[in-house]
């Protein structure tokens, strides 16, 4: 009988114990085989975004600002269908942030992002959409929202091939299209020289990019293709041919010049070693010889 209470005693402690244990567990957000692993984390990707708003050009734009910013960005796709947000949904948060036009070359990539942010990052006179607020405050981020929740998810999110209309694509679309729409005088792509189809008719740059430059606006078009040792892709490829006819149909200059992948890097690491000057005479040097090569 003794032995009979002390085991029920034993149990009881144990039991409260275990739940003791799993309450902590839930509230510090340690993860047990019990507890079921939310897949939101809607904090963490709030304060990414404010994190990188606030520290974008040191303390501007100011912290209410970003609040603002971040109301008009989740209203975008919060306690939606994340296969059904338009383009035009991002309208608002766009209308927030604008980008302003300066004195920088525009600098567009398709399928050579690394590249290029290597290429651009130390220097400011090439800009990418990477570096305005909204590009570099979502830059490499996945979000999406969900019908019936207020909350921001970042996995389980749909993607390209799931559906079009998905939340980050969708913001792309909207930012590239207000980014094309800013470009002026001569414009600058990086293509990936070591694909079949450098010019993709599927890709942000051809379908939504190109289609917004204008003459006299954009005059004239570089194309950089990025090729490593081997690649036997170059500027007369096919889809070349069909960027550079769209490009002059609308009055605007066009050249193609074929730069290797390890030359653009020793250009990017020289930006670091280097003095500016120097830097600019190797950029206007790759720049200067695109023009003369088709
Ligand atoms: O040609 P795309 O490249 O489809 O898009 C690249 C162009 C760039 O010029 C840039 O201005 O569109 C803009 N852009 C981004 N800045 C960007 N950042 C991340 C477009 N897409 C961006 N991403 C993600 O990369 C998006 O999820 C998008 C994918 C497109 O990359 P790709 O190399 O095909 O779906």
């Given at each position: 009988m003794e032995c009979g209470r002390r085991i029920v005693i034993i149990a009881v402690i144990a039991t409260v114990l275990v739940v003791v244990i799993i309450c902590i567990a839930i509230c510090t957000g340690i993860p047990t085989p019990l507890a079921v692993t939310p897949s939101q984390t809607d904090d963490d990707f709030k304060d990414t975004f404010m994190e990188r708003?606030?520290?974008?050009?040191?303390?501007?734009p100011s912290r209410a600002n970003c609040q603002t910013i971040w109301d008009k960005f989740q209203q975008a796709y919060v306690n939606k269908d994340?296969?059904?947000?338009?383009?035009?949904?991002?309208?608002?948060?766009?209308?927030?942030a604008p980008?302003?036009?300066?004195?920088?070359?525009?600098?567009?990539?398709?399928?050579?992002?690394?590249?290029?942010?290597?290429?651009?990052?130390?220097?400011?006179?090439?800009?990418?959409?990477?570096?305005?607020?909204?590009?570099?405050?979502?830059d490499d981020l996945v979000w999406c929202g969900k019908k019936g929740s207020n909350e921001t998810f970042t996995t389980g999110c749909p993607n390209g091939t799931e559906c079009v209309k998905n939340p980050v694509r969708s913001f792309w679309n909207r930012s590239s299209a207000a980014?094309?729409?800013?470009?002026?005088?001569?414009?600058?792509?990086?293509?990936?020289?070591?694909l079949q189809t450098p010019f993709d008719n599927e890709s942000i740059f051809a379908s939504v990019e190109l289609k917004r430059f204008?003459?006299?606006r954009v005059t004239?078009?570089?194309?950089?293709?990025?090729?490593?040792?081997?690649?036997?892709?170059n500027c007369s490829n096919e889809s070349l041919?069909?960027?550079?006819?769209?490009?002059?149909?609308?009055g605007i200059g066009y050249n193609c010049s074929a730069v290797t992948e390890s030359h653009l890097k020793a250009c990017a690491s020289?930006?670091?070693?280097?003095?500016?000057?120097?830097?600019?005479?190797?950029?206007?040097?790759?720049?200067?010889?695109s023009f003369y090569q088709t």
């Open positions: 708003c606030q520290k974008f050009n040191g303390s501007k994340p296969c059904e947000v338009p383009t035009e949904a991002y309208d608002p948060v766009i209308a927030e980008m302003e036009s300066a004195h920088y070359r525009f600098m567009f990539w398709s399928k050579t992002k690394d590249v290029v942010h290597e290429f651009t990052g130390k220097n400011n006179c090439f800009m990418t959409l990477e570096k305005f607020l909204l590009g570099s405050v979502l980014f094309a729409e800013l470009a002026w005088g001569n414009v600058t792509v990086m293509l990936n020289g070591s204008e003459f006299p004239h078009l570089a194309v950089v293709l990025v090729t490593q040792k081997n690649s036997e892709t041919q069909k960027l550079k006819k769209e490009v002059l149909d609308k020289d930006t670091v070693k280097l003095s500016h000057w120097r830097f600019f005479t190797i950029t206007s040097t790759i720049l200067f010889f």
